[in-house]
């Protein structure tokens, strides 16, 4: 199904979903959580004080009383959706995604894409990380090549502890994730493997549908 991900026992795969993110899990980005938009204190931020900022918003979102109230959830999505719009490049994970399915694509197409993908990753992220529940994370270490870098963590429970790296480019002087590794997954991956199973069976148009109709309506968004 599209969007599922290896099972495992329900806190790992709970956190797994939480931190893709992105963070994005993000994550979380997976990264999770994100309508402020993040700038260094002095200077060029690195990739860990990027992963660190949004990761920090997003528990403030989801750690706040007043957002608490189950009236609040459509807000407090939203919410989430913006902080993750601001860190994570999705024109880069959709390149990645759909990989040699890319390039026989219109700019037009592409557009449509991105912005579907987007959508689709915005909704999965919101709906799972909600079952945020104090996990910590521990940041590990970091590696820069040139325009690239990686961020490695971990994130903490009583009872797991799951590694996540987060994959970094620098787009217009700032670090944006275009991939998260959760436990060795990589969800890049992950969907260029399910989308190319679809194309295959079906065609790209149905991917595309399929990713809209697992997204949640605006209208439904905008409802206190």
């Given at each position: ?122 909704d999965r992220y919101a709906e799972r990380i909600e079952g945020y529940s104090g996990e910590q994370v521990e940041y590990l270490s ?70 809209r109709e697992r997204t949640i309506p605006e209208e439904k968004k905008a409802k206190p």
């Open positions: 199904m599209l969007g599922e991900w290896p099972q495992a026992e329900v806190i790992r795969e709970r956190l797994r979903a939480a931190m893709r993110g992105f963070a994005l899990h993000a994550a979380v980005q997976l990264v999770l959580v994100w309508p402020v938009v993040l700038v260094a204190a002095a200077g060029p931020e690195s990739p860990t004080e990027a992963v660190r900022g949004t990761i920090t918003q997003v528990i403030r979102i989801l750690e706040d009383p007043a957002l608490k109230d189950p009236a609040k959830l459509m807000p407090r999505r939203r919410m989430l959706a913006e902080a993750i719009a601001n860190r994570f490049d999705y024109a880069e994970m959709s390149r990645r995604s759909l990989a040699a399915d890319w390039k026989p694509l219109t700019t037009a197409e592409r557009t449509e894409f991105v912005e579907a993908f987007k959508g689709f990753l915005i970091e590696r820069i090549e040139g325009t690239y870098a990686e961020v490695r963590t971990e994130l903490v429970s009583d009872k797991t502890t799951i590694p996540v790296d987060y994959r970094l480019l620098m787009n217009e002087g700032r670090w944006h994730a275009y991939d998260l590794v959760v436990d060795g997954i990589s969800l890049v991956k992950n969907y260029r493997s399910q989308f190319q199973k679809i194309i295959r069976e079906t065609s790209y148009q149905e991917l595309v549908k399929k990713l």
